[in-house]
């Protein structure tokens, strides 16, 4: 019911900006909220953002919290992560999850889909 694709990853310098997308692929409803995390080697996986299933509401982790925004498009089920003023400590995996509820939750117990991930390489 539910495949996640993200893409748009690469290898940036220090202030530069990236946009990922993160698409359901098998999916036409969409009333999940989406979340994007990211793990860097050898670290815990972190929260990076969430958007509700329509878009109305939107959270983010503090690390991220103006620099980076979501939003999404129901009709091209996509997901979207716009990350600006990149610095080296953003260099992640990042991936995208869907969740059991339509709310935007920082809450890794409630997404159930998981994309495979995009690598973020930030250089200095």
């Known amino acids: 019911q539910v495949q996640l694709v993200e893409s748009g990853g690469g290898l940036v310098q220090a202030g530069d900006s990236l946009r990922l997308s993160c698409v359901n692929s098998?999916?036409?409803?969409?009333?999940?909220?989406v979340g994007w995390f990211r793990q860097a080697p050898g670290k815990v996986r972190e929260f990076v953002a969430a958007?509700?299933?329509?878009?109305?509401?939107?959270i983010y982790g503090d690390s991220v919290k103006d620099r980076f925004i979501i939003s999404r498009d129901n009709a091209k089920n996509t997901v979207y992560l716009q990350m600006n003023s990149l610095n080296p400590e953003d260099t992640a995996v990042y991936y995208c999850?869907?969740?059991?509820?339509?709310?935007?939750?920082?809450?890794?117990?409630?997404?159930?889909?998981w994309g495979q991930g995009t690598q973020v390489t930030v250089s200095s």
């Open positions: 098998k999916r036409t409803s969409s009333n999940n909220g």
């Open positions: 958007i509700s299933w329509n878009g109305g509401n939107t």
């Open positions: 999850a869907a969740a059991r509820t339509p709310i935007a939750t920082r809450a890794t117990e409630l997404y159930s889909y």
